[in-house]
């Protein structure tokens, strides 16, 4: 029997592979190099320019680097911008914490619903949110109008808009969603034996938690924070909507340069400082928040068992930590509600009391050509965005998992590469790079430019359900007779499928509603918040309260169906996963 | 074990329903555990003895009855203020600690000095054999080896009672028994009273001064390892300790005596407490066979034809057919391939080694 066996020849690859093309990892080196590596090597060579009469002359020099390090108000200004959004971060992750280990640890029921409100709010267009705080905190606006009519002031108060103050706390409000979904994520996966070990080794609840949960959350922690840092240190709608002079931050500089101010050398030399300023804070961030060790996933998952007979006293503490609970849900949903009464009030005037119910502002939209026009543009865009990025990442996805890239890992980061820079550079490393292809402003650049961010995150989405299919599965196909294209057809595409319609979906959103990457590239045809945003610096109607509200029961409605089709995927999953 | 010594541990009259749950998880337990005694808890899954377990640990609250330790009562006493450790069943390692922070984590929780609770974690890793291994994380460690670290960071404070939820039964067959061995000798060395919970009766057998049996959230049976095997108080723990033939009997009275009867024919010897039908078991082991027509020499003999034969090693084990049962006898694979498929046999077995379980 051996002999027979030695005498075979050994096969010299791995035995289970797809065999598609071999030039499939072609296109993942294409994508990489076209829509990452030139674009930001663009950034990079841009600021060793300088400009004369308005035009970009070939000319490398440092003279604008030099012009930074010799201006304060810059250099005040980078430190403001992280300072805020580091403070809004740390503040996000110190509301979000205790939120998520209520919702992770001690709620029993409905603990899926909980997690998805505090969600729902990322999605729900950021110019919305925004809008919403100006409306609260503006000298004729809620809060104002609210403390005036209860007598604690004598007249509105300047001092909520406009100010550092109302900056950091729309970036705190930003914030919360994702250090919430982080912390929750790892509390959630921390098993409950490891709890009762600590216990049973004689450990107080305080002593626990500072032992063993803290150390076990921390790189959690860490990652929240960093993805809200990363959102708001690049964000310059929420400072030119709610921040005023006081509220400048870096990212509207930025803007400027490659708007107003037209000096796109100067302007890439600023996103490139604050691109390696903020490297050097997350890379900080991340080293501060390592814990060794690896969870291995057999410590046993077991959900905390409730205690019986709570003494009143406890029962009291459960009702406080209830409320207390609460209250950021109020913080997250109150703007957004405010929104959607208002759009229903018969008052131009954003203020209580409220002057009676209409659908005026509903009607005024049907009639708006231009808007309208918006519309129609933003879906043509979405469309477009979603099937090319859908295809793509899926076709990436396989070619990543099946060995068909050479250093896999290195491509699946640096294709990330785009989701992790700050929004505001990504605008202009976009505009760089179809200014260079010479792609006309409109339809077309919008589309390469949020495809650049729509296609990883659709790529992580396909990917991570990829890893967690049992390869078996493919194995039983084959053994039963399918060939590969068979297989394909009839099991892998099936246990993926929900995860790319959820990507699809998720994609959409994202497209539908992007303003700092959009505003750059869109020119004279605007997408529809590109549209809002114009309409709300020549000044509000009340009509955008009713654009919104309809908007964000759009992005509502999409987010419940893309969650049941990622939830029934990984239901699927958990099934034949490991 | 002398009745003068007071119990460590005693449970008494213990009720826990789970919320939502029609049958309860445990049904009036009662127990009570010597110092120093090597006491196992033997049920298949879903019988409560992990409840039980837990209980004692202090993870779980009993609807009714009390947890005594040493006389005190401790049915109250958070997990954390009770002198019993754990070893986990997942091991439930710190997976961010090194071996040695890991096995010191309850020396420091009581408080110890860095110098001393690191000495003390040394001594005992020594102990599991595992001291080349302290500077570890647990994800660098084998199933067994993890094993040996759970019951370090057990044993280093010097519990009076240890908890083991089903401690091997991740690992493989040759690691599970070198494990028995080091339990064994690690708990006389000790003189810990250790509270073993296992659905593997070998484990219970062989390791154990007494053994509670338990059944649906009951105990079934309790006593000594050669009590629960050689007389099994119920039909259950026949069928669950060791390996059984039951068997359908009618008990007459024939004779001036009552007599047990398998089909149709008496079993002279056999002793039956009252009339009607019933199950008699015998285990594979007791079962002899010899070539048909042979004399019984006072044995209970049936004729029967050998159905099929498994060979497992250190035993066969002979399915016989017997008019309308099936009997099956282990006998040692020394005595070769005399049983094929087929052969006409006679079936053996003494009537002291048969229990007769009524209803």
Redesign the interface.
Known sequence: MADIASDLPMPATRPMRLHRISLLGWPVYAWFIVLVLVPNLLLIGTSFLRTSNGMIAFDPTIASYLRLWKSASFQFLLVKTLATSFGAAAIGCLIAYPMAYYAARVVQKNRSVLVLLVIIPLWISLLMRVFAWRMILGQNGILNSFLVGSGILDQPSEAFLYTGFSVLLTYTYISIPFCFIAIFTALEKI?H??I?????????AW?TFR??VW??SRPAVAIGFSLAFLMTVGDYITPSMVGGIDGTMIGMVIASQFGIANNWPYGSAIAVCLMVSVGVVLAVVMWAGQ??????G???ARPP?????LSPGRRLLRAGAAVAFALPYLFLYAPLALMVLMSFNDSSVQAFPLSGATLRWYGELAENGSMLEAVQRSLVVGVCVVLASTVTATGFAFAIHYGRVRQARFFEFALALPVAIPGVVLGIVMVLATQLAQIPSGVGRIVIGQASFVMPVVLMIVLARLRRLDGALLEASMDAGANHWQTFVHVLFPSIRGAIVGGALLGFTLSADDVMVTLFLSGTSPTLPIWVWNQMRFGFTPSVNAIFTLVGVGSLLAIVICNRLLNRASAAGAGSGR | MTDASQPILSLARIDKTYDGATRPALDRVSLAVAPGEFFSILGPSGSGKTTLLRMIAGFERPDVGRVLMDGEDITDVPPFRRDVRTVFQSYALFPHMNVLENVAYPLRMAGARKAERLAKARDCLHLVSMGDFAARLPHQLSGGQRQRIALARAIVCRPRVLLLDEPLGALDLRLRQQMQHMLVSLQRELGIAFVYVTHDQGEALSMSDRVAVMSEGRIAQLGTPREIYFAPSSEFVAQFVGRSNLLPIDCEPRGGALTALLDGKPLPGVAVPRSGAARMAIRFECVRLAPAGEPAEGSCSVPGTVEDVLFLGNALEVNVRCGGLNIIAAVPSAEGERFASGQPVQVLFDAANATVFHG
């Open positions: 098993p034996s490891l009762e070990a600590s216990q049973d080794s004689g450990a107080s002593q032992h063993v150390p076990l814990t060794k060790g690896v969870l291995m057999d410590e046993g068992v409730a205690a019986h007979r």
